[in-house]
């Protein structure tokens, strides 16, 4: 998740989190993930696959309006993250949910951080719209993502 107010900030921080990025931690990470005997890993990795170096902008990464492949250019696995307003990420939740997602892990990094602005932002907002539950509300009151 990277939700911020508008979505040049969102995108602004996916490209900190980019430039931040050791280009030789990205290939030692490409090599290792390489070895992966999983068709998701693999499926993964061909995102990235014929790239040299660093993209310039976290843009290049995005594999769909809002949902960035970053992630994956140094970690295993599910290497995505939303991308967008607090507006866009909680469309976008919304819309994944209603093609038949009923589970999300979300995070971010840095994890506190990220945590912080999904729930003042994206939270906030599928809480207006009545598809989550207020965090002060007993769990069997729970909405669900309609």
């Given at each position: 998740m990277i939700s911020r107010d508008t979505e040049a900030e969102a995108w602004a921080?996916?490209?900190?989190?980019?430039?931040?990025?050791d280009p030789g931690m990205v290939t030692r990470a490409r090599e290792l993930l390489s070895r992966s005997d999983s068709t998701a890993q693999a499926q993964m990795?061909?995102?990235?696959?014929g790239r040299e170096g660093l993209?310039?902008?976290a843009?290049?990464?995005?594999i769909y309006p809002g949902l960035w492949s970053g992630y994956g250019l140094v970690r295993g696995g599910a290497g995505t993250a939303l991308v967008g307003s607090h507006a866009q990420v909680?469309?976008?939740i919304e819309t994944y949910h209603k093609t038949g997602f009923d589970h999300f892990i979300l995070s971010g990094q840095p994890h506190l951080e990220e945590a912080w602005h999904f729930g003042e932002g994206a939270a906030?907002?599928?809480r207006s719209r009545?598809?989550?539950?207020?965090?002060?509300?007993?769990a069997h009151e729970a909405r669900h993502v309609a």
């Open positions: 921080a996916a490209d900190k989190l980019l430039a931040g990025l990795s061909a995102l990235h696959a993209p310039a902008s843009r290049e990464l995005e909680a469309d976008l906030r907002v599928l009545g598809l989550l539950a207020d965090p002060g509300a007993p």
